[in-house]
């Protein structure tokens, strides 16, 4: 079995910009070295240094190329990047979300043509396309590029998580519900559970005003067949999303305890005090009992330090209720994050190549191994092995005491269950001219601020313009 390295509390602290752009060169110096490549990664505990820099040994042994493994948290990439850029000094590979290497290539920061062979050696048909699309930057109207759809494929993609609902199958059943589907359904089971067994139906980030109502906002409106904003257009005021926030709102009402940030949900699950749970990934070794820092707390844990993982089940995805505003079938669309690996412009292209390959192929479960509940494979497999990396992360042991792997303690039904989840894992505005616009909303907590009027009994359609008018005077400000 795989061991997992777990993040601990301790951060690395992190140097200077200058000096860890002093750590990088270009192609010359590059070779001066011997083929020695830089790679950033914002994976920083000490432990998941480690991890990577033993997948990196491992890749030096085969190829020759030493590996500098750089932890370096998103927002200092940002920063470090743009200012190497300038000066000519800029590192080989950058594992990053896609929303900044998107913007990056929006910048004309990234090579794109070295990605384009490393997606050819590797098969596109071998990765999650949602998380392909999240990564392309699409052709402006008539013209012509490269990659999918028309657009420019800007980096390979490589790990995520997801949001999933983790319910309580005795509760659910005692309370006479059903496993919700849909997110009308997932509203009234919530209030159904609060009626007959006066527990809370769901936890999930509802404060309002805060990042944890906002990606609470997020998570729910997407998987009811809500957008953001569709080719400039403002939606948010939709009539899918006014139903969204009508669901939202019954989903808050469905709490016995009040609102909830993202750890005051988690707790309240643990502690068996709420009988569904909005969360990432993340939660799957706290369930089992395998992270000391988080271990379950309700009445039956006492005895049954399992009795969370062993009475838990996992809805992966959500289906959209109904079709859009616009007329079309909105695909699945679950909240979470994703991972890929892009090359900067006038970085040491071939080693790059060369080292995403093999993190992308032999050295793909290592990597995923770093944290696994937080870095499921968005390369499901290869053209001969369709399920391989899927199979593989099913069988990584995670938690601290990486005793137990995902399979043996939740079975091979959810490892299935979660390639389904990563297959619809979306943000508003990926992999669109709109990121930029959908990135100001969530960072600025557009929407959450108008969760209290909605919680006062604000009818829901007033509420969903109040969300436009807002997102619309960002949008002229950007």
Not at 338 to 354: D, I, K, M
Not at 391 to 416: I, M, N, R, T
Not at 424 to 439: K, Y
Request: with cysteine; charged share 20%.
């Amino acid at each position: 079995m795989h061991r997992r390295i777990r993040s601990s509390a301790v951060v690395v602290a992190l140097t200077a910009v200058a000096t860890l752009l002093g750590g990088c060169g270009g192609p010359a110096e590059q070779e001066e070295q011997g083929g020695s490549i830089t790679f950033w990664t914002p994976q920083s505990t000490p432990e998941r240094v480690a991890a990577q820099e033993a997948v990196a040994a491992r890749f030096t042994e085969e190829s020759g190329i030493e590996v500098d493994v750089v932890p370096l948290a998103a927002a200092d990439q940002d920063q470090a990047l743009v200012t190497g850029a300038a000066s000519g000094e800029v590192p080989d590979v950058i594992l990053a979300g896609a929303s900044q290497i998107t913007s990056w290539q929006a910048q004309g920061l990234l090579d794109t043509d070295v990605v384009q062979l490393a997606m050819d050696a590797l098969d596109p048909t071998t990765f999650n396309q949602s998380a392909l699309d999240a990564v392309t930057v699409q052709a402006e109207e008539g013209a012509t590029e490269e990659g999918t759809e028309g657009g420019t494929v800007a980096a390979v993609p490589s790990d995520g998580w997801v949001h999933l609902i983790a319910y309580r199958t005795d509760l659910l059943e005692e309370a006479g519900v059903e496993v919700p589907t849909t997110v009308p359904e997932l509203a009234e089971a919530a209030t159904t559970v609060k009626e007959e067994l006066d527990v809370t139906g769901i936890a999930l980030g509802t404060q309002s005003g805060t990042a944890s109502g906002t990606e609470g906002i997020e998570s729910v409106f997407q998987s009811a067949g809500c957008q953001l904003v569709s080719d400039g257009e403002v939606t948010i005021d939709a009539p899918e999303c006014t139903e969204a926030a009508q669901h939202f709102k019954e989903l808050r009402d469905s709490s016995v305890a009040g609102d909830y940030d993202v750890e005051s949900a988690r707790a309240a699950y643990m502690a068996g005090d709420a009988a569904m749970l909005l969360f990432s990934t993340h939660i799957l070794d706290e369930l089992a009992n395998l992270d000391e820092a988080v271990p379950p707390s309700c009445e039956q844990c006492a005895d049954d330090p399992a009795f969370l993982a062993e009475n838990s089940g996992f809805i992966t995805v959500l289906k959209p209720s109904h079709g859009s505003s616009s007329g079309s079938a909105p695909s699945p669309a679950q909240f979470g994050a994703t991972l890929a690996y892009a090359v900067p412009a006038h970085a040491n292209s071939e080693e790059a190549r060369q080292y995403i390959e093999y993190v992308m192929s032999e050295g793909y479960a290592d990597t995923l191994a770093v944290a696994t509940e937080g870095r499921l494979p968005l390369r499901t497999g290869t053209p001969e092995s369709p399920t391989e990396y899927l199979d593989a992360w099913g069988g990584l042991g995670f938690g601290p005491k990486v005793e137990s792997s995902v399979a043996e303690v939740y079975g091979d039904e959810l490892v299935d269950a979660m390639g389904d989840g990563m297959a619809a894992v979306s943000r508003w505005g990926q992999g669109t001219p709109d990121a930029t616009l959908a990135g100001l909303v969530a960072t600025q907590g557009t929407l959450a601020q108008q969760l209290d009027p909605l919680y006062r009994g604000t009818a829901p359609a007033e509420v969903t313009e109040q969300m436009a008018a807002e997102v619309a005077v960002l949008q002229q400000v950007q």
